[in-house]
């Protein structure tokens, strides 16, 4: 069975400084897409990004950076010099090969005073 | 473009009624999804449709749930009778075959049984 644990339930910091949050997937697949999607107070869902099991090179996309390592079954995503903007819940999810099953994790909540 | 559209937005009811929930997903896309939101289990999929036709409803709770694509710009999600423990935001969500496997959220059906 596919699972996803995000083991921080909430993170707090300052305006400025750098975040990670953590995402770790179990499944027995060996293709499979990993995805994060960020949820602000408004509710609605917004994509980031995909990731396909065999490319595991890291992303980074403005202030946004991914840490994709099969050996550790991981899929950690950064903000560097966070802003009160980027509050939000955010949700690492899997799927299965054809990327239509998404199972997400419980979702980190990210608070940034300023 | 218009994003993917659910109605209605809030949806406040009592126990025993029907309750239908409506989306539009984004024109062109061939897969619709209907995920159910809780405090207790998260983001979990209900059903996932592929050119108007259920392929997946393993995660429907159970028969008081329905729903419907008649065609491909119209879906339905349907309880009834409904339950307090049906309370919950319900997000269609709609992407094209291929591309990057983005999943379109809606804004989200935020339903309270009373």
């Known amino acids: 069975a596919q699972k996803v644990t995000q083991a921080q339930t909430e993170i707090s910091v300052v305006e400025k400084e750098d975040v990670t949050l953590d995402c770790v997937y179990e499944?027995?697949?060996?293709?499979?897409?990993l995805f994060w999607y960020k949820q602000p107070p408004s509710g609605e869902l917004v994509f980031l990004i995909r990731?396909?099991?065999?490319?595991?090179q890291n992303e980074i996309s403005g202030r946004y950076s991914w840490n994709f390592q099969k050996s550790t079954s991981s899929f950690n995503f950064t903000i560097t010099a966070s802003q009160v903007v980027d509050s939000a819940v955010y949700f690492c999810?899997?799927?299965?090969?054809?990327?239509?099953?998404?199972?997400f994790g419980a979702g980190t909540i990210l608070r940034v005073k300023s | 473009d218009a994003g993917v559209i659910q109605s209605p937005r809030h949806e406040v009811t009592e126990m025993g009624q029907e309750v239908t929930l409506r989306c539009k997903p984004i024109s062109g896309h061939d897969y619709l999804f209907w995920y159910r939101q809780t405090m207790m289990r998260g983001l979990e999929l209900l059903i996932y449709?592929?050119?108007?036709?259920?392929?997946?409803d393993s995660g429907m709770p159970e028969d008081r749930f329905s729903a419907k694509m008649p065609n491909a710009s119209f879906s339905t999600l349907k309880i009834q009778p409904s339950e307090p423990r049906d309370s919950a935001v319900y997000f269609c969500a709609s992407r094209k075959s291929g591309g990057t496997g983005e999943l379109f959220f809606g804004e989200g059906s935020r339903l309270t049984v009373l």
């Open positions: 990731r396909n099991s065999f490319d595991e």
């Open positions: 999810a899997l799927s299965e090969a054809r990327g239509n099953k998404l199972v």
């Open positions: 499944t027995r697949d060996t293709t499979y897409y």
């Open positions: 449709f592929n050119n108007n036709v259920p392929i997946d």
